[in-house]
């Protein structure tokens, strides 16, 4: 039985390192997301006070990729 003890031990301490693993890469695509969230707001927000030149260049934006 001593076999069976030890096989779950490590399984239960492997699955706890893919947890705290699986916790800290959420973390990091969470805060990527935001800091990507901000740029976007900071981006959009610098486009719309930008004044088109006097002949019409700057008034449409072409987004297409």
Request: hydrophobic fraction near 40%.
């Amino acid at each position: 039985m001593g076999g069976i003890t030890s096989y779950i031990a490590q399984l239960s301490t492997s699955m706890a390192q893919y947890s705290v693993q699986q916790q800290a890469s959420v973390s990091m695509l969470k805060n990527t997301m935001d800091s990507q969230e901000a740029a976007s707001a900071q981006l959009i927000e610098s486009l719309s006070e930008s004044v088109p030149s006097a002949d019409g260049r700057g008034v449409l934006l072409d987004v297409r990729a």
